[in-house]
């Protein structure tokens, strides 16, 4: 049997704000909908139920004529350490249709580690098959996830400004 790992998307990074700041950044929809879309493309809608099988939903369009909505659900929350989510699935736990998130069916494992006033990052997108993960990537996962964890820094930095 193949190992699991040949289907899943990593991206890991060192990112210059504390924990703390970047759950806030993660989990509050009017900070989310400033970095989750790589620019220019922008993310317009954004809800959030923080809880196992609460709501996940953004739409995000761009200057293409791009205009995407996902609608996913929790399924694990630790509070500053990890958020576990899905396109699999919607809000309490419902199958979703295959062209839910644009027919990309993954499980997103994002967890924070504190080290001093940084964070080391890591989302991980798990696939079914390598069929699915290899569409992903071609995508553009890395480009797209790694543009996203930048905006996401800073506007973690940004609220660091604020406090």
């Known amino acids: 049997m193949e ?22 950044a993660w989990t509050d929809p009017d900070h989310l909908r400033k ?4 620019k220019p493309y922008e993310t317009i809608e954004c809800e959030i139920d923080l809880r196992p099988g609460g709501v996940f939903h953004t739409r995000m369009i761009g200057p293409d004529g791009f205009d995407e909505p996902g609608t996913g ?8 350490r990890k958020i576990v989510w899905t396109s699999v699935l919607g809000p309490e736990y419902r199958p979703v ?6 027919g990309l069916s993954f499980t997103a494992i994002v967890t924070f580690t504190a080290q001093g006033g940084r964070t080391r990052y ?10 699915d993960r290899d569409m992903h990537e071609k995508m553009g996962f890395h480009e797209g996830w790694g543009t996203v964890a930048g905006q996401l820094e800073q506007v973690a930095r940004e609220l660091g400004e604020t406090v």
């Open 3 to 24: 190992r699991a790992e040949h289907h899943d998307l990593v991206l890991e990074r060192t990112i210059e704000a504390p924990v703390d700041l970047l759950w806030k």
């Open 35 to 38: 970095w989750w879309a790589p």
């Open 73 to 80: 659900c929790f399924l694990e929350i630790v509070p500053n």
């Open 97 to 102: 249709a295959p062209e839910n998130c644009g």
């Open 122 to 131: 890591r989302a991980v997108a798990m696939h079914k098959d390598e069929a």
